[in-house]
């Protein structure tokens, strides 16, 4: 914030609301950006999104939790104002847009562009329960050709208004057929001389609607060294007059003398000075709750150092500077410098809304109102899209996981689940995928040796994922062993281009490393030892599963592994077969579409050694490149902290969403999320369904994941 401060040359005004979520637009916003990426099952997709006739359709969930969350959203926009010229936009409004957007983006703060009569629209939804009514009058009103742009709305009256609003010394009212309307609007009389951090977010305090408008004027420097100047001269003058006859007014200039000498010291320290007017706009649906909404935002206020005061009589002009029109109607302006305007944070609050996020969670533990966490891991802010699910059993893991899988499909994204404990057959059935039983004595095969490309660029990496594989299955193998084994592999696998030969089988891999003639000696007996060693997985045993031609179709969008028996039968089995799953669907990520989501429950199965955290940080970035996420969950946050590829991939993932750990991992959490003693000792305490999203670049949330019926 302080860099786009330094930056800013040209009047602003900050408009800050906190709002009851709007359940409808979000679900008519989001449903339709999904309607464009829905390939297959289309018909279904959009049954299960917004069907009447099932109760837990998707947009019945999104209103239910809006309803029963108490749900609140903190939104930040920004105005230009402009100079119209014959009811034409300026010509360099445009260049001044994109010039403030470019400067948002480079210091992290993501925007887009809107017009000023949408924001009215946004204000009216909030204040006035929708209705157009004052939107539509001041479009009626003047010319209101609107620039595209950051909230840009000029209007050639001086007062745009209807005359339908009744205004009152201290409120006003807005008569709608519904109802009366009643607001109250007033101004910062006097600002804190010492400020934390985002002490100027109010409006994500509050339990009703309200709005805060900042306008930021700032100061040329030569202008503001001039009138230092002045003042020290002033009082200097008046020092000199009251010493000795008027202590009061000695001790008021002496304290004068210290602001002024602190703005210049300052001025001096390369901060800018500005001029801050605030404003703020409170709602409600009568007079008794209006009065009560403003006694409480007084208290608040007096809490931080604020003063409020009531725009007494000029109700009207308090509102015109509130409303989205980059015009300042009552004057009530206090000098502020770079340090503490960057240190205001209005926006800021306990929500998170990533651009079409996914209604997942919301934010905070305390009860009361709370704002949605809306996630989107393949959105713009996030490098990667991967994502780590951390807790205890039956903390509510799988049930976020459950939610995050279904939300990506219902966008239009391709699904594979890995379930070992025979958790998401309901979601799989629900979305008509399909289901594949991996197990030692029958069901489903599928052949290690389909990740070996076609192509020559595919089969060298297929070849080197084949080899880890088996490498991981033999166990300890010498160096001379592992290039034995690879040189076989690529002998039995059919060269680049050639579709005519079947497919290698670990029988095939067994016999060329025991019949090859083109060794002897010690070399001989290596090899011998890996074709013994191969045998296992050859017999009836696990034949099956490890040495026998896949027989499943893998063209489904929703894809279920389940390895529920062989977890139960065998865990250095079942880590291998997740290893295999995940082989296996290398080429399925290479079917055409824009974004795709594994989920690997257990995750520790691969997270306990090198290689196979080496395994799964390679994966993670081969999903990235072709638009896949991965969906790691595991029980111990140790297991991520268990060697340095193991944090590798943890420090790949979008986010860590964090459920009750044990205390003996206090200092695990500190180390990679870098929390202190007392928010690692929050997690040990956590109930069911609460969690902290560690999110990337260093943003910390506190989330309660909503009851989905999924």
């Given at each position: 914030?302080?860099?786009?401060?330094?930056?800013?040359?040209?009047?602003?005004?900050?408009?800050?609301?906190?709002?009851?979520?709007?359940?409808?637009?979000?679900?008519?916003?989001?449903?339709?950006?999904?309607?464009?990426?829905?390939?297959?099952?289309?018909?279904?997709?959009?049954?299960?999104?917004?069907?009447?006739?099932?109760?837990?359709?998707?947009?019945?969930?999104?209103?239910a939790a809006a309803a029963n969350g108490n749900l609140r959203q903190t939104k930040v926009r920004l105005m230009l104002p402009t100079r119209r010229v014959r009811g034409h936009s300026p010509p360099d409004a445009e260049s001044r847009?994109?010039?403030?957007?470019?400067?948002?983006?480079q210091v992290g703060i993501a925007w887009r562009a809107m017009c000023g009569l949408e924001l009215v629209l946004e204000l009216e939804r909030a204040f006035l329960n929708g209705g157009g009514l004052l939107a539509n009058a001041l479009a009626a009103g003047g010319p209101v050709r609107i620039v595209e742009g950051l909230e840009n709305l000029a209007f050639d009256l001086a007062d745009p208004l209807p005359e339908w609003i009744e205004f009152a010394p201290r409120h006003m009212r807005f008569p709608l057929a519904e109802g009366d309307r009643f607001c109250a609007a007033g101004y910062l009389r006097a600002l804190p001389r010492a400020v934390d951090t985002g002490w100027l977010?109010?409006?994500?305090?509050?339990?009703?609607?309200?709005?805060?408008?900042?306008?930021?004027?700032?100061?040329?420097?030569?202008?503001?060294?001039?009138?230092?100047?002045?003042?020290?001269?002033?009082?200097?003058?008046?020092?000199d007059e009251s010493a000795g006859t008027d202590p009061v007014a000695a001790r008021e200039q002496r304290w004068r003398a210290e602001d002024v000498g602190e703005l210049a010291e300052a001025m001096r320290g390369r901060e800018r000075y500005f001029k801050l007017g605030g404003y703020y706009l409170v709602g409600s649906d009568s007079r008794e709750e209006l009065d009560q909404n403003l006694r409480t935002l007084r208290s608040a206020l007096s809490g931080i150092g604020l003063v409020g005061s009531g725009a007494f009589g000029y109700q009207r002009q308090a509102l015109m500077?509130?409303?989205?029109?980059?015009?300042?109607?009552?004057?009530?302006?206090?000098?502020?410098t770079t340090t503490p305007l960057a240190a205001a944070h209005p926006g800021s609050g306990r929500g998170r809304a990533d651009p079409d996020g996914w209604l997942l969670a919301a934010c905070g533990w305390d009860t009361g109102p709370s704002a949605p966490f809306l996630f989107n891991p393949f959105g713009p802010a996030y490098e990667n899209p991967h994502v780590a699910i951390l807790g205890q059993s039956g903390t509510g893991k799988t049930h976020l996981a459950r939610a995050i899988a279904y939300s990506a499909w219902l966008s239009g994204a391709e699904v594979a689940l890995i379930d070992p404990k025979n958790e998401?057959?309901?979601?799989?059935?629900?979305?008509?995928?399909?289901?594949?039983?991996?197990?030692?004595?029958?069901?489903?095969?599928?052949?290690?040796?389909?990740?070996?490309?076609?192509?020559?660029?595919?089969?060298?990496?297929?070849?080197a994922?084949?080899?880890?594989?088996?490498?991981?299955?033999?166990?300890?193998?010498?160096?001379?062993?592992?290039?034995?084994?690879?040189?076989?592999?690529?002998?039995?696998?059919?060269?680049?281009?050639?579709r005519t030969r079947r497919r290698a089988l670990a029988s095939d891999l067994a016999a060329e490393l025991g019949s090859d003639s083109s060794i002897d000696g010690a070399g001989r007996a290596a090899a011998l030892d890996l074709a013994q060693r191969l045998q296992r997985f050859c017999g009836p045993a696990m034949g099956r599963l490890f040495s026998s031609p896949t027989n499943v179709q893998l063209d489904n969008d929703l894809l279920l592994f389940k390895l529920a028996g062989l977890r139960a039968q065998d865990v250095d089995v079942f880590s291998l077969a997740v290893r295999l799953t995940l082989l296996a669907l290398a080429r399925w990520l290479k079917r055409p579409a824009s974004r795709r989501l594994i989920l690997i429950d257990e995750a520790w199965c691969l997270l306990h050694d090198r290689a196979g955290s080496r395994f799964l940080?390679?994966?993670?970035?081969?999903?990235?490149?072709?638009?896949?996420?991965?969906?790691?969950?595991?029980?111990?946050?140790?297991?991520?902290?268990?060697?340095?590829?193991?944090?590798?991939?943890?420090?790949?993932?979008?986010?860590?969403?964090?459920?009750?750990?044990?205390?003996?991992?206090?200092?695990?959490?500190?180390?990679?999320?870098?929390?202190?003693?007392?928010?690692?000792?929050?997690?040990?305490?956590?109930?069911?369904?609460?969690?902290l999203a560690a999110l990337a670049g260093g943003e910390r949330v506190a989330i309660e994941v909503f009851n989905h019926p999924w």
């Open positions: 914030m302080a860099r786009f401060l330094a930056g800013l040359d040209t009047p602003v005004q900050l408009l800050v609301s906190n709002n009851r979520f709007d359940s409808e637009r979000y679900l008519a916003r989001t449903i339709d950006r999904w309607r464009g990426d829905w390939f297959t099952k289309t018909g279904l997709r959009e049954r299960l999104v917004a069907s009447p006739e099932d109760p837990n359709a998707w947009n019945a969930f999104a209103n847009i994109e010039r403030f957007g470019a400067a948002l983006s977010a109010l409006p994500s305090r509050f339990d009703c609607d309200m709005t805060l408008s900042l306008h930021v004027d700032p100061l040329p420097d030569e202008e503001v060294m001039r009138r230092v100047a002045q003042s020290e001269r002033e009082i200097a003058g008046a020092l500077s509130v409303l989205p029109l980059a015009r300042e109607q009552l004057i009530r302006r206090r000098g502020i998401y057959d309901s979601l799989c059935q629900r979305c008509a995928g399909s289901e594949i039983a991996l197990d030692l004595g029958g069901g489903s095969a599928l052949n290690v040796f389909d990740a070996v490309g076609d192509d020559e660029r595919s089969f060298a990496g297929g070849v994922n084949v080899a880890g594989f088996w490498r991981a299955a033999l166990g300890k193998m010498s160096d001379h062993q592992a290039a034995l084994l690879s040189n076989a592999i690529e002998r039995v696998c059919p060269p680049p281009g050639d940080l390679d994966l993670a970035k081969t999903a990235r490149a072709q638009g896949a996420m991965l969906l790691m969950i595991t029980q111990d946050v140790a297991d991520f902290a268990a060697n340095p590829l193991a944090r590798s991939v943890l420090a790949n993932c979008a986010a860590a969403m964090i459920f009750r750990q044990h205390r003996a991992h206090g200092a695990a959490l500190a180390d990679l999320f870098d929390l202190d003693s007392e928010g690692s000792a929050r997690v040990s305490t956590l109930r069911r369904g609460q969690a």
